[in-house]
């Protein structure tokens, strides 16, 4: 007889401390795809069920919480992560017990495990874009701020080095802040920029910190047309947490935006309003985490068994229509081929495209190539 017993994944999205605004969009986009797959039939009859847990923005918990989702729960998969300090925190585990983690935001590149999926942009899919963007746009004078933790010193790292190559490249300043800075924060930074006058600031300030940033930049009275804020980790969650008057006018690279205009993304939109309201507030982390659990379940389908030894095979190439465009899982190196896009923040706190690459960028986490995708070809609103 058919197997017919639930498939349950393990699900470690923050709902709590300093990344949980962004990690409960991811947990939303998940439980979409979580539905739409047992609306479905489940895989292969079999009902899809999410055995989640709160990890509370901490690395301690994400591994712990990854430990038992393998040891008592018996998951032979997890979705989840955001900051890399945790997910370098889970990789242990997954690789310890052969399981798999699939991981849907962007990060800073330079890592492969085998027991891996990675879905977020890595930085030769969003890094690159924006330098070229705002180096030929506003010019090469970059102050970095960022939280204190690996990515942002990472992510910084690959930015001054982008700038540098160019001619009037140069790093102005480095500062970091707590993970979980407060309002007061960044008053003497913001000072700082003042004096200094960078031509924009590139910010690897995550989570709910990163609305005090934008706000301190607007109270001090400085022009995001002059000398806008670059950003990564800025989405349309971030943002609703600031509000868009301390948003418009800055900037952010990634594959999606809610403005995308795709099919795919009209109809993603329409059913996660219908399902969750206001309380959905899609973004390229949330579309990642979204997409991700489809090609999971695609591979499972076409493997019969979650196991890693039978899915990882079938994961590898393989393709979905995700709202951003087709993606697909590039077997060289177990990331994805993602459309670079940079986005404006508008009047409504949405974010305008300025500029779009037609065609994926194949994932490149070593940064051997420093290609563009079709840049030359893409949309430019700003008349650059
Ligand atoms: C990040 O820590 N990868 C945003």
Not at 7 to 22: M, Q
Not at 74 to 96: L, Q, W
Not at 184 to 192: C, L, M, Q, T, V
């Amino acid at each position: 007889m058919a197997n017919k017993d639930p498939v349950k994944i393990g699900v470690l999205y923050s709902e709590t401390g300093a990344t949980s605004a962004i990690e409960s969009s991811q947990l939303l986009g998940t439980l979409l795809a979580i539905d739409e797959i047992n609306e479905h039939g489940g895989i292969d009859g079999r009902e899809l069920v999410a055995v989640r847990y709160d990890p509370q923005s901490d690395q301690q918990q994400f591994r712990v919480l990854a430990e038992k989702l393998v040891t008592t729960d018996n998951v032979n998969v997890i979705f989840g992560c955001y900051m890399s300090s945790t997910r370098k925190a889970v990789i242990p585990v997954v690789e310890r017990y052969n399981r798999i983690l699939f991981y849907a935001t962007l990060y800073e590149g330079f890592e492969f495990s085998n027991n891996l999926i990675y879905t977020g942009a890595a930085p030769n899919q969003n890094s690159v874009q924006l330098a070229d963007f705002m180096m030929s746009s506003f010019g090469g004078r970059v102050y970095l701020v960022g939280s204190d933790y690996i990515y942002p010193y990472e992510s910084n790292r690959i930015m001054s080095d982008l700038v540098s190559q160019r001619p009037g490249g140069e790093r102005v300043a480095r500062r970091y802040v707590p993970v979980d800075a407060g309002p007061g924060d960044f008053n003497e930074i913001i000072a700082d920029i003042k004096d200094k006058q960078p031509d924009f600031i590139f910010s690897t300030v995550v989570g709910n910190a990163t609305q005090h940033l934008y706000k301190a930049f607007a109270e001090a009275g400085l022009d995001p047309k002059k000398m806008p804020i670059a950003s990564l980790t800025t989405s349309e969650v971030e943002v609703a947490q600031m509000g868009a008057a301390a948003a418009a006018g800055h900037f952010t690279a990634a594959p999606y935006f809610q403005s995308v205009d795709t099919a795919a993304n009209h109809a993603c939109l329409e059913k996660i309003t219908k399902r969750y309201g206001d309380k959905a507030i899609p973004n390229a982390c949330w579309e990642a985490a979204y997409f991700q659990v489809h090609l999971f379940a695609n591979a499972m389908r076409a493997s019969g068994s979650d196991r890693i030894d039978a899915l990882m095979p079938k994961l590898l190439g393989s393709e979905f229509m995700a709202p951003q465009g087709r993606v697909r899982i590039e077997p060289s190196n177990h990331h994805t081929c993602l459309y670079p896009r940079i986005g404006r923040v508008n009047q409504k706190g949405q974010f305008t495209i300025v500029r779009a690459s037609t065609t994926a960028v194949v994932p490149d986490p070593y940064l051997v190539t420093h290609s563009l995708g079709d840049w030359t070809l893409a949309l430019d609103e700003m008349g650059n």
